[in-house]
């Protein structure tokens, strides 16, 4: 079992700027790829931001793609997610998510989740 906690989220006006965290526990971080999705009211969980396990490859959805980043600290157990640029459309409950098959990070599945995090962003 690999157990997810995000942190970091919170209200900020359109512009502003976010960083949010996952930590991980339970079974060798290293090991796992990491995504971040979120979920907005009304709406299906989607894609943000993947990374695989050495922190060599990262994949975006379009809409976030030069606003965000994704990275990790495989030392820390951690996973980051830096959003700039916010805009009210990126309000949504953001959730992290962990498996060993990188292609179930980015939508397929994955085998581990967070509890989510919420993230506001006020016109």
């Known amino acids: 079992q690999v157990q997810l906690v995000e942190f970091g989220g919170g209200l900020v006006q359109a512009g502003g700027s976010l960083r949010l965290s996952c930590a991980a526990s339970g079974r060798t971080f290293s090991n796992y790829h990491m995504g971040w999705f979120r979920q907005a009211p009304g709406k299906e969980r989607e894609f943000v931001a993947a990374i695989g396990w050495s922190g060599g490859s990262t994949y975006y959805t379009d809409s976030v793609k030069g606003r965000f980043t994704i990275s990790r600290d495989n030392a820390k157990n951690t996973v980051y997610l830096q959003m700039n640029s916010l805009k009210p459309e990126d309000t949504a409950v953001y959730y992290c998510?962990?498996?060993?098959?990188?292609?179930?990070?980015?939508?397929?599945?994955?085998?581990?989740w967070g509890q989510g995090t919420q993230v506001t962003v006020s016109s």
């Open positions: 998510a962990a498996d060993k098959i990188f292609n179930r990070v980015m939508g397929v599945h994955p085998d581990y």
